[in-house]
């Protein structure tokens, strides 16, 4: 696999001799001072082109960086990432170096459009001159409002009554899908950002999908954590299910108490006395 001294070596090459490339930024984890790299670590870079069309015909640009084991979206198109006229094109090549590309026809930069972090790799027309220096805080956990805290732990509790409802059923794929995708990465995921939140006076981010979780988490925390992961197994999925719970409770009572919102205690109890009404119910 090629090192980072070699891809970029090779990219800014190719951007030099290329008019059409009029900068390029490099952003994400490989400009962040405190970021663990290793060698699955991509690169993430921007241009700033003169001819948009080039990049939307086909990916034929992409020949002198290797060839592709495979590609994301399938064809060139714009996937919201940035607002804007930007396209999209996510690359693994074949010795393993990951390129994601965010590609675009403006010409125009604001100035802290890159606060989360960047090395400028290129810049053939000063776009760049006006960036202010990151202060990386564009991703720190936020300390929520009254109503937003409600409104989550409400709806934690409205949607926790499906995972009993669908493993009574053994309906295993509905359950899964509402325990693993809807309570943990819409509800739980938030309340333990909350929580690492509070804990670390709001000056510390958590990654994508709670990729540093155990890096804040007290060991005991974590552990309880792991044991909302399992299988297929309707009884482990029920054991899960109420792990799940009561890190919930536990970590939402804590950061309720501490900002001074009510966490809803009667909500609680009652949608857990059915839960449970559910699994000792024969039908």
Known sequence: MRTE??????????????????????????????????????Y???LYVSDLSIFKKDDSWLEPFGPIMVRW?????????KPGNWITRLILFKDGVRIDFQITDQQQIKPDAYDNGYKVLIDKDQLTCQLTEPTYSEYIINKPGKEEYETLVNEFWWNAYYVPKYLWRDEIT???????????????????DWYIGLENDWSVETG???KNFKDYLRPEIWADLEETYTGADITANWKAFIKMTDI?????????????????VRVDQEVMEFCKSIFTCNG
């Not at 979206?73 to 990432?81: E, L, N, V």
């Not at 899908?177 to 739980?188: E, P, T, V």
Request: proline content about 4%; glycine content about 4%; cysteine-free.
């Open 208 to 210: 994508a999908l709670g």
């Open 73 to 81: 979206p399938y064809k060139p198109r714009s996937t919201g990432f």
């Open 248 to 264: 919930f409770r536990r970590l939402a009572e804590e950061v309720g108490q501490e900002l001074g919102y009510k966490y809803p």
């Open 174 to 192: 509905y359950a899964k899908y509402m325990l693993d995708n809807i309570l943990r990465y819409s509800y739980l995921h938030k309340i333990i």
């Open 44 to 46: 993430d870079i921007e």
């Open 5 to 42: 001294k070699e891809v970029l070596s090779e990219f800014k090459k190719w951007a030099k001799e290329k008019d059409f490339i009029r900068a390029a930024i490099l952003t994400s984890s490989r400009v962040k001072p405190d970021a663990e790299i290793d060698f699955l670590s991509d």
